[in-house]
């Protein structure tokens, strides 16, 4: 059977690790799966998702162009019990539409990234929709070989990265409250991403892999180094007097820092990852 392009779209998602193209390209992307859709099964898709404050996510129900509200946002006003892929992780959650004062301020933030968006605000007589997600639990995807898996977080990171220069320079002088609140989450996750590797990761290659411990001292290190620039960028994408020049000169830097560091753990770990996996 053929796969329409929303199946297609799913694919590819699943298939690259949380990379998509086409119409998504530019965008961050989750695949969805919510309530029942109209063949009468679980309706899935990829939609674009926003971060909210400390690293929620948020989803707003743009209107086709005929003003009607997606699918997915009826299904979830039906049930709020929600899946979310992203690419390395399957995220249970519950969505709460916003409302009020919260759901002004953050359609605020969005509007002042998201080209179009006041234009599709005009064609419906209420307020564009926003829900955002609360996290009830987070899982692996099926199990993989670790190595396999350390390559798709670190391309998760590299696309982040390189997404988030890419708003920066397209934006003003000034930077947006959205792209400081993308920063901030950017820096958090890295932060989490090392933390693991270094009490989790790292102990396990120092005890069935002793030949590697200076490898394994050196990305230490870089992991020390590292956090002092992500350090770096959170003060300053902290301070609303921050200016994008400022911000976007500390993204390369952080971008070459972190994407060199990325390419040598790979060299040296994922190898290794893959075989302690299969033993």
Not at 20 to 27: E, I, S
Not at 101 to 109: C, I, K, L, S
Not at 140 to 154: F, I, Q, S, T, Y
Request: aromatic share 4%; charged share 30%; hydrophobic share 45%.
């Amino acid at each position: 059977m053929a796969l329409d392009d929303n199946e297609r779209a799913v694919a590819e998602f699943r298939a690259s690790r949380g990379g998509l193209g086409g119409p998504f390209a530019g965008a961050r992307i989750v695949v969805l799966t919510t309530g029942r859709g109209a063949a009468g099964g679980k309706l899935v898709q990829p939609v674009a998702f926003h971060y909210g404050e400390k690293g929620s996510l948020l989803l707003a129900a743009v209107p086709a162009d005929d003003g009607t509200l997606p699918e997915w946002y009826g299904n979830v006003l039906a049930d709020p019990r929600v899946s979310v892929e992203t690419g390395t992780a399957v995220i249970e959650a519950d969505a709460r539409p916003l409302t009020g004062w919260e759901r002004d301020t953050v359609y605020a933030q969005l509007a002042e990234v998201t080209p179009g968006l006041h234009e599709k605000q005009r064609l419906l007589a209420e307020p564009v929709p926003i829900v955002a997600l609360r996290t009830r639990s987070r899982a692996r995807l099926a199990a993989e070989p670790w190595g396999d898996e350390l390559k798709a977080v670190h391309d998760g990171f590299r696309r982040e990265l390189a997404l988030i220069r890419e708003e920066i320079a397209a934006g003003g002088p000034k930077l947006a409250a959205q792209l400081r609140v993308n920063c901030l989450t950017a820096c958090a996750m890295l932060h989490r991403h090392h933390v693991t590797e270094d009490d989790e990761v790292f102990p396990k290659i120092d005890r069935l892999h002793p030949e590697l411990a200076a490898a394994v001292r050196g990305l230490r290190e870089e992991h020390r180094r590292l956090a002092e620039l992500v350090g770096r960028l959170q003060d300053l994408a902290a301070d609303e007097t921050s200016g994008s020049a400022a911000v976007l000169a500390e993204v390369d830097g952080l971008t070459a820092e972190i994407e060199a560091h990325l390419d040598r753990e790979e060299e040296r770990l994922v190898p290794v990852l893959n075989a302690l996996k299969t033993k």
